[in-house]
């Protein structure tokens, strides 16, 4: 008989939040690498695409691999783990602000020697306290990160603009400056027919400049000037 999936584990792993590889596998915060790799065999048997047929347990396979994959990288665990540790030191502030309101919770803290507030942290209400906190500190950091992307990206885009910008100036210039060049000969040859003839130069070829002097040894006839 095929093993398939149970009616809870398939729906809970599509329902796990996305940026907690612990919620995947099902584990608490203080779970050892070999808890990871057991649970991830165990819960990969019930949804494995070879033997569960459900439409996403295909899915929920990967997202189980992809978990397994984050917790065992020694980077990406001991960054969960601080935000972990944060998580937990806010709740302990939070606590100890609120037994300084109490005082029969706070004495019998000082009686137990801490005992007390160790069976706190191990109660269901503190772990789901820590499991909320932890996904909202993630969320958080997942926001700054996109941002920051985000930003980064636009300054790329923004810095290729410019550099295509300026290589396209420098491609206009080279261009202007090679066409100058090419017509240099077309230039002199005009230049050196109008200083043989005197005629105007035909249209597109450029004009010498204009010697505006009253020097009556100049070769050409300047306009009359009125007198007073």
């Keep these: 008989m095929r093993i398939c999936f149970s009616k809870t584990s398939l729906p809970r792993i599509l329902s796990c939040f996305k940026l907690n590889p612990f919620e995947y596998l099902n584990l608490p915060f203080n779970s050892t690498p070999d808890d990871m790799k057991k649970q991830y065999r165990k819960l990969s048997l019930l ?26 990288d020694p980077q990406e665990r001991e960054y969960l783990l601080s935000q972990v540790n944060a998580a937990k030191e806010e709740l302990r502030a939070k606590r100890k602000k609120q037994l300084k309101k109490d005082t029969a ?11 007390y507030e160790q069976q706190y942290e191990q109660s269901e209400e503190f772990q789901q306290q820590l499991k909320q906190r932890v996904r909202e500190l ?4 997942e926001w700054r990160r996109r941002k920051m992307q985000m930003r980064i990206s636009e300054e790329e885009g923004r810095l290729k603009k410019e550099e295509e910008e300026t ?7 080279r261009e202007h400056e090679e066409q100058w060049e090419d017509t240099r000969e077309q230039r002199v040859s005009s230049w050196r027919d109008f200083m043989k003839t005197g005629k105007k130069v035909k249209k597109g070829e450029i004009r010498p400049p204009k010697l505006k002097t009253e020097d009556p040894n100049k070769s ?6 009125k007198r007073g």
């Design 47 to 72: 949804v494995h695409p070879d033997k569960c047929k459900h439409p996403q347990a295909k899915e929920a396979f990967a997202a189980l691999a992809k978990a397994q994959q984050l917790l065992l």
């Design 105 to 115: 919770s706070k004495i019998k803290s000082l009686v137990d020697e801490g005992k």
């Design 138 to 141: 993630l969320t958080e950091h």
């Design 167 to 173: 290589k396209e100036m420098w491609k206009r210039k």
């Design 220 to 225: 050409y006839v300047q306009r009359p000037v």
